[in-house]
């Protein structure tokens, strides 16, 4: 399982210890410090089954690892340039084998609408830091996920804010 913007490695280290043991994840992130924290995290959760961070930056035109069974993103798509949701379809399609799964969790737009006052102050906000991010709309991520993967399946979160959006290699 390999988890594109790891981040802190909180996400990683949690699903190691919740699924089977048998399942090995591969934790990533373009950042030096969050590959730091990502693998100080691994140390003190004590996970076997979680490698080392890589170095990955989802827009690159190559990615440090040629296959994985799955590729797991949280997070990601509205604190990066659309470059980076872009280039993350398109790797994730080469690495992925027929048939298996790039699962996409974040805050959308709907129809061009917030789905909750909080998504619409993240939103302000990341556009404030850099005018490249933003809470991007879900229609526009699953248009580009169709290039490369089946028809996503999309799903409201509990928290009715968040959608995950699972895309299967055609």
Known sequence: MLEIASGSGEHVTHFANTFNAALTFQPSDPDAGARASIDAWIEATVVLNVLPALALDASADSWPIQRADA?????????????????LMRRAARVLPAGDL??????????GQHTAPSNEAIDRG????????GVRGLEAVAELARHGFGE?????????????????ER
Do not use: F
Request: aromatic share 12%; net charge negative.
């Open 71 to 87: 590729v797991i993103c949280i997070n990601m798509i509205h604190i990066a340039p659309w470059e980076a949701a872009i280039g």
């Open 102 to 111: 790039l699962y996409l969790y974040d805050p959308y737009r709907r129809n």
């Open 126 to 133: 990341l556009r404030l830091q850099n005018a490249e991010w």
């Open 152 to 168: 996503p399946i999309i799903e409201e979160m509990p928290a009715a804010s968040a959608y995950s959006l699972k895309a299967v």
